[in-house]
């Protein structure tokens, strides 16, 4: 009772390799969610993610007995142990689905509210033809390679956004599988595999020029931006603007590599060419002043191009963070892309086309 009521992260489900399948979500990440979602008494709602069903009984919770709740979950297993624990609890207004949380659940639609609770790669139509006409949804949704915890509300203009959010914040979900389902790869880039590059399945890269290029040394360039919130909030937004946004991750002490923001690594660049890569770095603490100043390494034959860009981009975000507040639509895929001047980043997915915008 202890272990399920802590703060933690509890693995439920692994594939024969050992990867994780699932597990449940930390309680402090479910509580912020669940205030986002703002279910109300006699509410629909749509959970794509079974897992033990405990989040399923909450979401009953609040619905109370008028409202209904359908959640789905694509292994067997775990659709069947959260049936058993939420029939073992009382929960009779909770239908559990063993299915593609991509499909939805049509029967149970229109859903006042949807909640994800698996990493998303893209928002399929099912989601939005089962919604209601105003239906929120809180979902963690992968944009350029980074996972972002988004409150969507449905939209209501025709021929304008699917969905625009009102919160957002970084977060790590364990990737939806089935249709949904768009992977990552971690590609080691300094010989002997200290360090990797995580990125995008269909980002293409030259890893043995990574590997050759990681032994010489690298382009460095300072940005006089200096800040004291080193999550630098929105900074990878700014920086999937060249496109080959990624991370670096540092396995362990003695890479060989110039150091990154963090001891484990940071935010990646990968130039188009795929042999070469950037990434952030601090400068050196003075005394009394809790601000670092940014850097950009960048190792590769296109180092010194690629670290001017890079450098240049966390300038721009160092001139707009703090006066500036993000926002994400989500519109069909069809929609007209719009400009750099319009919006600072679009993203095209499979059935939908993410725009981010920043505000002052």
Same mark, same amino acid.
């Given at each position: 009772?202890?272990?399920?009521?802590?703060?933690?992260?509890? *693995? *439920?489900?692994?594939?024969?390799?050992?990867?994780?399948?699932?597990?449940?979500?930390?309680?402090?990440?479910?509580? =912020?969610?669940?205030?986002?979602?703002?279910?109300?008494?006699?509410?629909?709602?749509?959970?794509?993610?079974?897992?033990?069903?405990?989040?399923?009984?909450? &979401?009953?919770?609040?619905?109370?007995?008028?409202?209904?709740? *359908?959640?789905?979950?694509?292994?067997?297993?775990?659709?069947?142990?959260?049936?058993?624990?939420?029939?073992?609890?009382?929960?009779?207004?909770?239908?559990?689905?063993?299915?593609?949380?991509?499909?939805?659940?049509?029967?149970?639609?229109?859903?006042?509210?949807? %909640?994800?609770?698996?990493?998303? +790669?893209?928002?399929?139509?099912? +989601?939005?033809?089962?919604?209601?006409?105003?239906?929120?949804?809180?979902?963690?949704?992968?944009?350029?390679?980074? *996972?972002?915890?988004?409150?969507? /509300?449905?939209?209501?203009? !025709?021929?304008?956004?699917?969905?625009?959010?009102?919160?957002?914040?970084?977060?790590?979900?364990?990737?939806?599988?089935?249709?949904?389902?768009?992977?990552?790869?971690?590609?080691?880039?300094?010989?002997?595999?200290?360090?990797? &590059?995580?990125?995008?399945?269909?980002?293409?890269?030259?890893?043995?020029?990574?590997?050759?290029? =990681?032994?010489?040394?690298?382009?460095?360039? +300072?940005?006089?931006?200096?800040? @004291?919130?080193?999550?630098?909030?929105?900074?990878?937004?700014?920086?999937?603007?060249?496109?080959?946004?990624?991370?670096?991750?540092?396995?362990?002490?003695?890479?060989?590599?110039? !150091?990154?923001?963090?001891?484990?690594?940071?935010?990646?660049?990968? /130039?188009?060419?795929?042999?070469?890569?950037?990434?952030?770095?601090?400068?050196?603490?003075?005394?009394?002043?809790?601000?670092?100043?940014?850097?950009?390494? @960048?190792?590769?034959?296109?180092?010194?191009?690629?670290?001017?860009?890079? @450098?240049?981009?966390?300038?721009?975000?160092?001139?707009?963070?703090?006066?500036?507040?993000?926002?994400?639509?989500?519109?069909?895929?069809?929609?007209?892309?719009?400009?750099?001047?319009?919006?600072? &980043?679009?993203?095209?997915?499979?059935?939908?086309? %993410?725009?981010?915008?920043?505000?002052?």
């Amino acid at each position: 009772m202890e272990r399920a009521y802590a703060d933690d992260i509890i *693995t *439920t489900h692994r594939d024969t390799d050992g990867t994780v399948l699932s597990c449940t979500t930390l309680p402090s990440c479910v509580a =912020t969610m669940l205030e986002r979602l703002d279910v109300r008494p006699g509410h629909r709602v749509l959970e794509i993610g079974a897992g033990t069903g405990i989040n399923a009984a909450l &979401l009953a919770h609040l619905a109370g007995p008028d409202g209904h709740v *359908t959640t789905i979950d694509v292994l067997p297993d775990a659709a069947d142990r959260a049936r058993r624990h939420l029939v073992g609890a009382g929960y009779a207004n909770v239908e559990v689905i063993c299915g593609d949380g991509a499909d939805g659940h049509l029967p149970g639609a229109p859903y006042d509210r949807i %909640i994800v609770t698996a990493g998303a +790669w893209d928002i399929p139509p099912a +989601w939005t033809q089962q919604a209601a006409p105003d239906a929120r949804m809180v979902i963690p949704l992968r944009i350029a390679g980074f *996972t972002h915890e988004v409150t969507l /509300h449905r939209g209501q203009q !025709p021929g304008g956004p699917l969905w625009t959010s009102s919160h957002s914040r970084l977060s790590g979900f364990i990737k939806m599988r089935g249709d949904g389902h768009h992977g990552e790869r971690d590609v080691p880039i300094v010989a002997g595999g200290q360090s990797e &590059l995580r990125v995008e399945a269909d980002l293409t890269l030259d890893q043995a020029a990574l590997v050759r290029a =990681t032994s010489g040394p690298p382009a460095r360039r +300072w940005t006089g931006v200096r800040t @004291a919130d080193l999550r630098l909030p929105g900074l990878e937004f700014w920086l999937a603007r060249p496109g080959g946004l990624c991370r670096l991750i540092n396995r362990r002490p003695g890479h060989g590599l110039a !150091p990154a923001t963090g001891q484990g690594g940071s935010l990646a660049v990968l /130039h188009p060419t795929g042999d070469t890569f950037a990434y952030l770095t601090l400068g050196p603490a003075q005394d009394g002043d809790t601000k670092r100043e940014l850097g950009v390494y @960048a190792y590769g034959a296109h180092s010194d191009l690629l670290a001017d860009q890079v @450098a240049a981009q966390i300038q721009e975000w160092g001139a707009e963070q703090a006066p500036a507040a993000t926002s994400i639509e989500i519109h069909p895929a069809e929609a007209p892309t719009p400009s750099l001047d319009e919006a600072l &980043l679009t993203v095209a997915k499979d059935h939908t086309q %993410i725009v981010v915008r920043t505000s002052r």
